[in-house]
């Protein structure tokens, strides 16, 4: 069953949700823990045991209550954003219980606000950042806390595995984010230049290759060939024995190509049933020979009711020439080449005219 694709994108957004809440978890129960080592020291005022039990539900209980609510609803991306705000809430309320602790209450808010502009950006960063202060004054305004910036040595000391631990930490989180991101545009570099059955270069790309060897021949006047192949009758293959086995003749056809010739040699698939191979430091004669390897070993072994099959092809040759305008002349004398192999029977190779 295919999904329609409204559908698809929902699923995909609530994926990015989760590795998005996921990604925050980590640094949030890091952060949050060294946080109460130096807040629980910086506080202003003696505080009560219901004041330290809130900071211990904050800096411990809270990351998991995060990361559990988020990945509990249908928009985690969204709960999570609305969970970091929160944090620069929580954060400004702690900033003013500490009396605005210059140390601190910078650490703090240094925390949180890199956290925010990790995950979202500088107009997030902002926002988060906006709402702290409105914290920080609504919490000095209603409770009153003993206002003292002055750091103490002793306060400094707890402040310290903070200071030296997270942005360590943050930068793995950081460094492994940017190696995720390094392997994703590997990945889609090979999916747009590749051909997603065979592997080997798609038209588009193959085209562009084309191009810089008509390029480099033409400046330092290299030789090269281009071959156009196209398989016999490759309809009948699918319909006599279906798509499945016809699919395994196209590989089958790739891995001759890859076996036989030259590593150095560029082979693409130009559509269904064709290929296409640049042949760069090859004169025509020598491309010849090289198919003519590769159409000797084109058999296809039986499987199920299908007998062993051969599978034969016709071969458009074009050497480059000087003469040529550009790469499309190249490509145009290679499929009429091409064109007369079909027509003068198939399973054979033709040379264009010069
Ligand atoms: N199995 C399979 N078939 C494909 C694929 N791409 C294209 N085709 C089929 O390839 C066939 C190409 O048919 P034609 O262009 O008529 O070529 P042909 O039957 O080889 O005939 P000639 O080239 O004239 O010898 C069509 O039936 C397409 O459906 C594919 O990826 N897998």
């Known amino acids: 069953m295919t999904l329609p694709v409204a559908t698809l994108l929902k699923v995909d957004a609530r994926r990015s949700g989760l590795r998005f809440a996921r990604r925050v ?9 060294f946080s109460f080592i130096f807040v629980v020291w910086s506080l ?26 988020a990945i509990n609803t249908k928009d985690p991306m969204r709960s999570e954003q609305r969970n970091l705000l929160l944090d620069a809430v929580f954060g400004g309320v702690w900033i003013a ?19 925010n502009i990790a995950a979202n950006g500088t107009k997030f960063f902002f926002r988060g950042l906006m709402l702290q202060l409105a914290a920080i004054a609504l919490t000095v305004l209603l409770l009153q806390p003993t206002i003292n910036f002055a750091t103490s040595p002793q306060q400094v000391y707890f402040c310290l595995p903070m200071l030296f631990f997270y942005p360590i930490f943050l930068g793995q989180v950081i460094y492994r984010t940017a190696i995720k991101l390094a392997q ?8 747009s230049t590749h051909d997603g059955m065979t592997g080997v270069y798609n038209r588009r790309h193959w085209e562009h290759l084309l191009h810089n060897e008509y390029d480099n021949c033409q400046r330092y006047q290299h030789i090269a060939t281009l071959l156009l192949i196209d398989l016999d009758h490759f309809k009948t293959i699918n319909d006599t024995w279906g798509h499945d086995l016809g699919d395994q003749a196209l590989l089958r ?15 693409g698939r130009f559509g269904g049933d064709e290929f296409a191979v640049i042949m760069p430091g090859t004169s025509s004669d020598k491309a010849i020979q090289a198919i003519s390897r590769v159409r000797d070993n084109l058999h296809l072994p039986g499987k199920g ?12 040759v074009a050497e480059f020439s000087p003469k040529m305008n550009n790469y499309r002349d190249w490509l145009k004398a290679a499929d009429v080449a091409l064109y007369r192999a079909k027509n003068a029977g198939r399973s054979r190779t033709e040379v264009a005219k010069s």
């Not at 219980?97 to 890199?114: E, H, V």
């Not at 001759?256 to 590593?263: A, G, K, V, W």
């Not at 009711?305 to 458009?316: D, F, M, R, Y």
Request: net charge positive.
């Open 253 to 267: 056809v790739t891995e001759e190509l890859r076996l036989r010739l030259r590593t150095s040699d560029i082979i």
């Open 305 to 316: 009711q299908a007998p062993t099959i051969t599978i034969h092809i016709s071969v458009g």
């Open 184 to 191: 994703h545009k590997h990945k889609l570099i090979e999916i």
């Open 97 to 115: 219980l500490m009396g605005l602790n210059a140390l601190p209450s910078t650490l703090l808010a240094a925390m949180m606000g890199m956290n």
């Open 44 to 69: 202003a005022d003696t505080p009560s045991n219901w004041l330290i039990g809130l900071l211990f539900i904050n800096g411990f209980i809270w990351p998991h209550l995060a990361y559990w609510s």
């Open 25 to 33: 978890y980590l640094p949030r129960i890091v952060g949050m823990g």
